[in-house]
């Protein structure tokens, strides 16, 4: 375990501090990607096949192209200079590979068959609305079943033991299968790409979570040098993993401006975001478990089925948390990919984690029914002390005290576990438990840092803020390390030409900038100390630099520091504050400012990290309340404790665990993209019919930090919050729902006509 200290007079770290855009935001000045505009801009509109499968016969664009305000209508063939990108990790790649309008055929419903550029979007639409499309149309494959037409060979991972010959002896065992349905991301931002050049220099407003790989990857689709292209992503409606890499209305926008010379911009509408632009891949997952009479864990074996498109090979990696979650001698893990005639997937929040944990967490409530034991003392009898995939320790984990806490907090010990057992109000209750995980890191992530001789401090990164808080935290260490008050901080974000920064992605943010961003803060102090020593009239000349401190944004002397402002992050006077304020001392020493850099040393490259295995850990606890005359069930309450090391930010980590626990409410309830057998077109695409939960779907939520920082991932001890929020909620509300009303609901969402089977009928 690394012994640094905790960071000092830093009663900013883990406050609750409200987000520095959030004004921005709700006064409408945060400019997104689509708020851009630029003089001569011309607007794109997308048309989407209207066949699942096939080919195009004819494209006739001859009537589009007269008319009004028409420029260009980009189709397969004269789409100029767009390449293939290299395969690569999911970041750092075109997240659907094949260039726009590359051939004639049709892979999936929507898929964008052309483009019309006029100089407004009305005209655009018109014209998009007049090309006439002949198609060779065959059946698409969007077989729910993913066994179906399945001819490959599973891939086996993790296997330890003989988890064969372990499930044919164990006294107990579970076998079932466990179904997630194809989910959307919805988040309030659509995908949207503003492209301007500058002779071969092109400026991309996109709103993605990763603007360094997009700014690789779009250097690679246009043919130009990487210098050369420039991604900025100031602030984004969010992503949920959506917009981790660029989709190909991002070519499709650059390609355009660059053949037109001029600026285009492209918005992707609702109906596409179910069939363009990524979407949680349907899972089939069969869970056996072993076990002995009394409860101890034999085997495990989880096999799945994720589904992928015909044009790339994405895979939802279900069995991620299965081989460390528990305590157990016999697993194995195996993968099938099922290509159906659908986009590519991308990553949703938890991606893996969620619907393999629905899997592994319902099947251990189910033995814990089998076995008659309770499904805490069942979870906490097989916790693992160790990593018994990789042999390693854990860098730290907590996991019991979730359970013991949350147990705590839902009053576990007066749970009756008979189905329908427990009424309140005139209503049956449910209780479910579940458990959650989510890898950690430290990945590469570069800062810079000035302190101005007006006073105020400027943070720079090129890593964004997707919606969870990024701006703030940044801010928070620049008053950590000076105490300049946050309206004095200028955090700048989202744009390629500042310090290259992670991808909004895997909840890796926080622990990758708190490094950097420590450091270049340490730096340029470290340097002011130094020019207060030296400078002649400052009241410090001559003195020695490592008797000076920065307090209250002051260079002071370490005898008579003045109080660090803990709570009040607002201006204030420092009324009896002896020393200079730290402009005062740029401007004696005639220096338009002092800077200080920072890199991140990432955790895979560090031997004593990679020594441990780095996981968060969390659990929730679910109330459901059914009401068996209406057949009206409700998540009433979620009690969440999670274990992610340090919280940096009570409030906007909070409101992480808040959000996600509302997409679980929203997953196990309502979502699922349904696809047209004969076509393969989202039928509900909309969001009329495409449902997510509302204010009133959601349950009275509690949420409770542990709060153990974990020292091997960063000095602060902090690991991410993002994902796994989300994890195990699904699970947790289907053993309510099984608790109150007996249906054990193995293929989400949960519908009434599986709650009308319920014998339980009077609350
Ligand atoms: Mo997260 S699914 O890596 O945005």
Redesign the pocket.
């Given at each position: 375990m690394a012994t640094t200290n905790l960071p000092q007079a830093a009663g900013i770290i883990g406050a609750a501090v409200p987000r520095i855009d959030g004004p921005l935001k709700t006064t409408g000045t945060a400019r997104y990607s689509t708020d851009r505009h630029f003089p001569g801009l011309a607007h794109a509109v997308l048309v989407q096949s209207t066949i699942g499968k096939g080919r195009i016969r004819s494209l006739d664009t001859s009537a589009a192209e007269k008319m009004p305000g028409v420029v260009l209508v980009l189709r397969h063939g004269n789409l100029q200079n767009v390449f293939r990108t290299i395969p690569r990790e999911q970041d750092g790649s075109m997240a659907e590979q094949r260039p726009p309008f590359d051939d004639d055929r049709i892979y999936y419903w929507g898929q964008y068959i052309a483009a019309v550029v006029a100089e407004t979007l009305e005209q655009a639409n018109a014209a998009a609305d007049a090309i006439k499309v002949e198609y060779e149309a065959e059946a698409p494959d969007v077989r729910p079943d993913l066994s179906e037409g399945f001819t490959g060979t599973p891939v086996p991972s993790w296997k330890r033991g003989d988890p064969d010959q372990a499930l044919s002896t164990a006294p107990v065992t579970v076998d079932e299968t466990y179904v997630t349905p194809v989910e959307t991301h919805n988040p309030m931002e659509m995908h949207s790409t503003v492209a301007v050049w500058d002779g071969d220099s092109v400026t991309i407003y996109d709103g993605t979570?990763g603007v360094v790989g997009h700014r690789t990857v779009m250097s690679e689709v246009l043919g130009v040098p990487r210098e050369n292209v420039r991604t900025i992503s100031r602030f984004i409606g969010s992503?949920?993993?959506g917009k981790?890499s660029p989709w190909p209305q991002a070519t499709i926008a650059a390609a355009a401006a660059r053949q037109l010379n001029r600026p285009v911009k492209i918005s992707v509408d609702r109906r596409m975001m179910f069939s363009n632009v990524g979407h949680r891949p349907r899972t089939q997952q069969r869970i056996r478990l072993g076990a002995t009479q009394d409860g101890k864990l034999t085997a495990i074996r989880h096999d799945f089925f994720t589904e992928t498109s015909l044009l790339d090979d994405f895979v939802e990696r279900c069995g991620e948390q299965t081989p460390f979650l528990y305590s157990c001698p016999n697993l194995i893990v195996t993968t099938s990919m099922a290509r159906r005639g659908v986009g590519t997937p991308a990553?949703?929040?938890?991606?893996g984690a969620v619907p393999g944990l629905f899997a592994l967490e319902s099947a251990i409530d189910e033995l814990a029914i089998k076995l008659k034991m309770d499904p805490v003392e069942l979870r906490i009898k097989n916790d693992a002390e160790r990593d018994e995939s990789t042999n390693k320790p854990f860098s730290s984990r907590h996991l019991k005290e979730c359970y013991t806490t949350g147990a705590e907090k839902i009053g576990w010990k007066n749970r009756t576990p008979g189905v329908g057992s427990m009424r309140r109000n005139g209503k049956v209750i449910g209780w479910g438990v579940a458990g959650a995980s989510w890898g950690a890191a430290r990945i590469p992530c570069s800062a810079s840092v000035e302190l101005c001789p007006n006073g105020r401090v400027c943070v720079r990164c090129a890593t964004q803020d997707?919606g969870t808080g990024t701006y703030t935290l940044f801010a928070q260490i620049a008053h950590a390390k000076t105490g300049v008050p946050l309206d004095r901080i200028d955090v700048f974000l989202g744009d390629t030409n500042l310090p290259d920064g992670p991808t909004?992605?895997?909840?890796m943010v926080t622990s990758a900038i708190l490094p950097a961003t420590t450091s270049a803060m340490d730096q340029a102090v470290t340097r002011l100390l130094h020019i207060a020593a030296l400078t002649p009239g400052s009241p410090f000349h001559g003195a020695q630099p490592d008797t000076l401190t920065i307090a209250e944004g002051r260079v002071v002397s370490k005898q008579g520091q003045p109080q660090v402002v803990g709570a009040a992050f607002s201006s204030s006077s420092s009324s009896a504050a002896n020393g200079l304020p730290f402009e005062e001392v740029l401007l004696l020493a005639n220096l338009g400012s002092v800077t200080g850099a920072g890199k991140t040393f990432p955790s895979f490259e560090d031997p004593k990290v990679r020594e441990y295995s780095l996981h968060s850990f969390g659990a929730h606890f679910a109330e459901v309340e059914w009401e068996p005359d209406i057949a009206h069930i409700r998540v009433s309450r979620i009690f969440s404790i999670f274990d992610c090391g340090r919280i940096i930010n009570a409030k906007a980590g909070a409101n992480q665990i808040l959000g996600a626990a509302v997409m679980g409410v929203s997953m196990s309830l309502f979502e699922e993209t349904l696809h047209d057998h004969r076509t393969g077109q989202p039928i509900n695409g909309n969001f009329a019919d495409y449902l997510v939960a509302t204010c009133a779907d959601c349950p009275d939520l509690d949420v409770t930090f542990l709060d153990y920082p974990d020292l091997v991932v960063n000095e602060y001890g902090a690991r991410g919050i993002?994902?796994i929020g989300m994890a195990g909620v699904a699970p947790a509300i289907t053993s309510a729902v099984y608790h109150a009303t007996g249906i054990r609901v193995r293929q989400l969402p949960v519908r009434i006509e599986d709650l009308l089977q319920s014998k339980i009928l009077e609350a």
């Open positions: 979570q992503g949920f993993g981790l990553p949703m929040r938890g991606p997707i909004s992605g895997g909840s993002g994902e």
